[in-house]
Each structure stands twice: as C-alpha cells, then as structure tokens.
C-alpha cells in the first residue's frame, strides 16, 4: 500500500527528469555553430592593424578588423578552416583552426611588410574589375547612387562616413558596438539599418570607417528593399544594401 501510495510522486519525479534531459538535450542541438576571434598585428611593432580583411574559406561572411585590430565572426560551421588575412602593403597570412561549437576560437596574427609597386596600369586593370561586378550593367539600371574612385576622390573625405554623410537619404551615426559609424535610412519608423557587401561577400558587425577611401575603386548605395539587386537581396535586407569594390582583389 506504501508503494501504491508513493508510485504518483515517483513518477511526477521521472517526468520532470526526463523534461530536465529533453531541454538540455534541445540546447545542445542548438549550440553547434561556433565563433572567432581574430586579432591582427603588425610583425614588426605589434601595432593593430584596422581594416585588414579576415575570410574563412568555405563561408560567404568575412569581417574586417576595427581599429584594435580585432574582428568578430559568428555563426561559423564548427571543424577545421582556413582563415586567411589580407591586407594592402602586408604578406597575406592563411592558418588552419578548429571551430569549436559553443564557445568562440581565438586567434592572433602578425603581418609582416610586403611593399607593392604599383604599374602605371593600375587604373585601368581596376575599372576592368568594376565591369567584371556588373557596376555599370547597374549603374545603367537608374537604380541606387553609384561613386567611382575618382568621384569619391574628388569630395576629398577624410573616412568613408564623410561619403555616406553627404548621400540624401542616409544616416550615419553609432551602432550598437560602441562608437562605430553605422549607415541608416531615414523613416517614419525611426532608423533601418543597411547591410553591407564588401567585394561581393556579406559582412558582419561592419564598421565602414575601416576602409580607407583610397581603397575604394567603387560604391553602390541602394536605399530599400524594392531597388536592391536581386543577387545581393538576402531576404533580410529590408532597407537597402551598400556595395563597397575594393582595389583589393
């Protein structure tokens, strides 16, 4: 009688046990991307590099370092990847990492000096690589605002948020990492924010300010989702998208 007595407890305990298993079970599931963080010195001063350009190979999001050197990449398939770094005037660094799921992977890089001479062609070989993107098929197109290096060049700007401020309808102000220069659409509904392409890829927690304007061979601004282009329209890009053409190729 005792045991009849105790079965309705014993069972509301394995129950609830079993839920306890099932909920932790489900959060394991769920935590299987992994993260990275990446700093970026220089070889010689251990100076921070900004701007550096971090690709994971085999992933369409790259980051950019900010001006501690240091960049962010989340949402990363966990397991060994390539990391590579660029950046203009630097020897390109690649490394094999392990993701771990749950927890980011660190990781610190030092770039040495690799001076580049630059031929007397450099313009041309680079209005060859906004043909290459489709800029002008674009541009053609009566959609978006579009900046050459030259154009961008003549305005004179001291950060590529000084090009952005002068663009009707943009926004530039501080996002939710701190102090960094975030580009926004003005709205009835308060500010939307702009996603950003950087030689074609998807970037994440961007900061425009590093990239150097001499850097840029082009720009795309497009201000909704109806004039964004269909192969850089994500779905999830609901005010508009920015297309930044490096020299960088």
Partial sequence: MALMRDTPRFLS????????????????????????????LTAAEERPLAGAQVLVEGVSVRGITDRSGFVRIEHLPAGPRTVSVRYLGYASMQEVISLVPGRPTRLQVRMGVEPIAL?????????????????????????????????IQQQNPRYMSDVLRRTSGIVVGGST????PSAYIRGGA????????????????????????????????YRG??????????????????????RID
Avoid: H
Avoid at 120 to 146: C, E, H, K, M
Avoid at 177 to 180: I, N, V
């Fill in 119 to 151: 031929a007397p062609v450099r313009v041309r070989a680079n209005r060859s690589i906004l043909l290459a993107r489709g800029f002008y098929d674009r541009q053609r197109s009566g959609q978006g605002t579009f900046l050459t290096r030259q154009e």
């Fill in 177 to 180: 990492f701190g102090s960094r």
């Fill in 13 to 40: 305990s394995v129950f609830a046990a079993l839920a306890l298993l099932g909920a932790a079970s489900d959060l394991r599931a769920q935590d299987t991307s992994a993260s990275l963080e990446i700093r970026v």
């Fill in 190 to 221: 308060g500010r939307c924010p702009i996603q950003y392409f950087v030689d074609g890829t998807l970037t994440s927690n961007f900061n425009i300010d590093e990239v150097q304007p001499g850097d840029v061979e082009g720009l795309e601004i």
């Fill in 225 to 246: 989702a109806a004039t964004i282009p269909p192969a850089y329209n994500k779905g999830t890009a609901t005010c508009g998208v920015i297309l930044i053409w490096t």
